[in-house]
């Protein structure tokens, strides 16, 4: 099984820095998703962190601590497009994925 | 090259009836799943095929839920004798692998089912 801690809802000003954090406790961890998901739209990969440390994807990353159970993912530069959910998706051993609610995060001017 | 295509796109029916979903996934992909969105929740997991093991079905809600994907490729989700909670966005996903191998899902456009 598996727990997943995001907060609901964040936001944001154009232009801004905003971070949105993950806890999780998941069994057989292999790694750990971050996908988009645009309003009326299907979810669309953005990062996939495997080993701790920073991935760094244009104005898009994404941190990984395995130990701690804990991501992160970081958004720079914030545009309105970003406006969408933010879904952190633990990925388990021989299971499918399991996608949450996700964090739904509104950027305004 | 293609992506994951899923038809009808929106799908209209009386309660009660059998409706047929269906999903293309990308050319090669072994890992196919199917998920359902009612409006303003997460994504719900239906079903996940893996190339030619069986299917994981424990996502399902009820027995009026089935699934086959034929050939290794083509998927069809079809419910029965629909209810009007049925109604939800169905979206089919594929991968190159799953099983934890962590290959990213490649989403479709999805199937807007509505129940009257």
């Known amino acids: 099984g598996q727990n997943i801690d995001q907060p609901t809802e964040m936001t944001a000003t154009e232009g801004a820095i905003v971070q949105i954090n993950c806890t999780y406790q998941t069994s057989g961890f292999n790694g750990l998703f971050w996908y988009q998901q645009h309003a009326g739209e299907a979810p669309t990969f953005l990062s996939y962190?495997?080993?701790?440390g920073l991935e760094e994807k244009g104005r898009f990353s994404s941190f990984l601590s395995r130990s701690k159970g804990y991501s992160y993912l970081l958004l720079k530069e914030l545009q309105m497009k970003d406006s969408a959910s933010y879904l952190c998706v633990p990925n388990q051993a021989g299971t499918a994925l399991i996608f949450g609610k996700g964090t739904t995060l509104s950027v305004s001017s | 090259g293609a992506g994951v295509s899923q038809s009808p796109s929106n799908k209209v029916t009386e309660k009660g009836k059998d409706v047929e979903l269906r999903c293309d996934p990308i050319?090669?992909?072994?890992?196919l799943y199917w998920y359902r969105q009612s409006l303003g929740q997460g994504l719900e997991f239906l079903i996940y095929f893996q190339g030619n093991s069986a299917p994981d079905k424990s996502g399902l809600p009820s027995d009026r839920f089935s699934a086959e994907r034929t050939g290794g490729s083509v998927s069809t989700l079809t419910i029965q004798r629909t209810q009007q909670e049925d109604s939800a966005v169905y979206l089919c996903a594929s991968s190159l692998s799953g099983g934890g191998a962590g290959y990213e899902q490649y989403f479709g456009p999805g199937t807007r089912l509505t129940v009257t």
């Open positions: 962190n495997v080993l701790d």
């Open positions: 050319s090669g992909h072994t890992a």
